[in-house]
């Protein structure tokens, strides 16, 4: 479970739990597009956005190693 303060823009989770039906599956890779005070919006691999929100968003996704894993085109956009 991630908590919403300590992730960043850019970081790549894990989905885990209940997964994401529909958009991922468990264990698939994520990327941080965007932090809110309760949520944050995703990208998959090919790019499709999807929103974690409170407390069940958070319990599908776990933190990984890779921190801060951002394109530096894509910031530059």
Request: with cysteine; proline share 3%.
């Amino acid at each position: 479970m991630i908590n919403y303060e300590d992730t960043n823009v850019g970081d790549i989770l894990q989905i885990v739990g209940s997964g994401a039906p529909g958009y991922a599956e468990i264990g698939d890779l994520v990327r941080v597009t965007s932090v809110h005070k309760n949520s944050v919006r995703v990208e998959n691999r090919d790019g499709e956005p999807c929103e974690f929100l409170y407390n069940c968003g958070a319990a599908r996704l776990d933190a990984t190693e890779w921190r801060d894993d951002w394109r530096e085109d894509f910031l530059n956009e």
